[in-house]
């Protein structure tokens, strides 16, 4: 059951329910929306318009019933049956009563129906029967204007009192006609309202679930790509750890073979020189320290004071790895400074720092006001640096130590040539930019500057 105010788009749902239904059983594609389904019956059984003509003696209510006689002897199980307006152009009470007849006939040949009518009774006989709908044409009463949506579930209210008010009817008219309907019919209208209002916040808070719904699977998802990329970049970190742990070994299996013939050699000629227990010495002590990377490298005759304070964002050396590094957060109690190194984040003993000499600012001589600066002279500028064929590290490290150069030079641009490839390089370098403050911006090539194959850095 169909309901709605005039002009809300009732007839235009039947004739194009019946067209829809007509263009599929001929084979014609049908424009609905995807998954759709449309049933193939033996026979559309129409009623729509108004056929009175005085020739034949026919009033509109004649013409209708005339028409419904003879769906009537057709339906059956395989009819599609589209009434409109059933039951109008007579007494309300009476039509209603014979609508609610014809459907419940109609419902007993089992064929399918669908009919427009603004009879509230229609509307209760919908609520009350098993297998009959309700619908209704959605209709803006603000604007006069259908929206064309059919809402399934809900029955529709006609708004005479309100269209008529809208276009112009005067108010002591409406509120007239209002008082003259019953009770039961406005108790009714008034529900029909309510439900209109409830679907319509209804409505409004599960398109606002779905916003939300849709931005927290976008969150998700930019989470998991995170959490991806920081494993990856961890066993990249791992396999890199690994191949320099092997190479260490590879060196020191070497040079402990070596010693080991030196001290074959030694013992089958039963006495060694001076000289050969140097080199013995000096052998065991170089193979210590390839065997210890992370050994300091400077001793106690070398002893490194700060010359100031470190501060956050100071570039500083980690002096053991010999790799340069920014300072997150000064040093803790315990004389730990938190830094960053290309995309990890580690503490360092402050001994094991080195404040890089562009961090530096050289003091005023207290007898001459002349300062000693860096020459740009003394460095060779580059505007293009070549790491192709280099490891991840290495190229961090030759792009950072070419920037520096580059800041002493006063060159402002950088090119970068890192390849195509695998795209390994390119990811740590641009990584390793995104948190050098002397970077100003970074991108990639375009045509002509070598693409996806070269990264161009705009200096501070």
Not at 195 to 201: F, G, T
Not at 209 to 220: D, G, H, I, P, W
């Amino acid at each position: 059951m169909i309901t709605g105010p005039n002009t809300g788009g009732k007839t235009v749902t039947l004739k194009t329910l019946g067209l829809f239904t007509l263009m599929a059983m001929c084979g014609l594609l049908v424009p609905c929306a995807d998954n759709s389904e449309l049933s193939v019956f033996r026979r559309v059984l129409v009623d729509i318009g108004d056929e009175q003509s005085i020739e034949q003696s026919l009033s509109t209510f004649s013409a209708h019933m005339t028409n419904i006689i003879q769906i009537l002897k057709l339906a059956n199980a395989g009819s599609l049956c589209l009434i409109d307006e059933l039951g109008a152009g007579t007494d309300p009470v009476e039509g209603a009563a014979l609508a609610t007849a014809i459907l419940e006939k109609l419902r007993e040949k089992h064929a399918k129906i669908a009919s427009t009518t603004h009879y509230a009774e229609l509307k209760e006989f919908a609520l009350r029967t098993e297998g009959v709908e309700n619908g209704c044409c959605e209709f803006d009463v603000a604007t006069l204007q259908p929206t064309y949506r059919l809402l399934i579930g809900v029955p529709g209210k006609s708004n005479a009192f309100a269209i008529s008010k809208r276009l112009g009817m005067d108010a002591s008219i409406v509120d007239r006609a209002k008082e003259l309907v019953s009770s039961e019919s406005r108790q009714f209208e008034d529900v029909v309202g309510k439900l209109e209002q409830q679907r319509q916040s209804l409505e409004k808070q599960v398109e606002n679930a779905n916003r939300l719904t849709a931005k927290a699977n976008t969150e998700k998802q930019r989470a998991e790509n995170e959490a991806r990329r920081a494993r990856e970049d961890a066993e990249r970190e791992i396999e890199r750890a690994k191949q320099e742990a092997q190479r260490i070994v590879s060196r020191t299996r070497a040079q402990a073979d070596a010693l080991i013939e030196e001290l074959e050699k030694a013992r089958r000629e039963k006495e060694m020189t001076a000289e050969q227990r140097t080199k013995l010495r000096q052998d065991i002590n170089r193979m210590e320290a390839h065997a210890d990377p992370i050994k300091l490298k400077n001793t106690p005759d070398e002893e490194y004071v700060l010359p100031r304070p470190l501060k956050v964002g100071d570039v500083v050396l980690i002096y053991d790895i010999d790799k340069n590094a920014t300072v997150l957060a000064p040093p803790n109690k315990d004389g730990q400074v938190l830094v960053q190194a290309g995309i990890i984040k580690t503490r360092v003993d402050i001994k094991n720092l080195r404040l890089l000499k562009s961090q530096i600012k050289p003091k005023a001589d207290r007898f001459s006001s002349a300062r000693r600066v860096p020459s740009r002279m003394d460095v060779r500028p580059e505007t293009e640096i070549d790491v192709r064929g280099e490891t991840g590290f290495d190229a961090v490290n030759i792009v950072d130590k070419a920037i520096d150069n580059a800041m002493l030079s006063g060159v402002g641009k950088l090119t970068i040539i890192h390849g195509k490839g695998t795209g390994v390089l390119r990811r740590e370098i641009n990584q390793f930019l995104r948190t050098n403050k002397h970077v100003k911006s970074h991108r990639l090539g375009t045509f002509g500057e070598g693409e996806d194959g070269v990264t161009i850095v705009e200096l501070k």
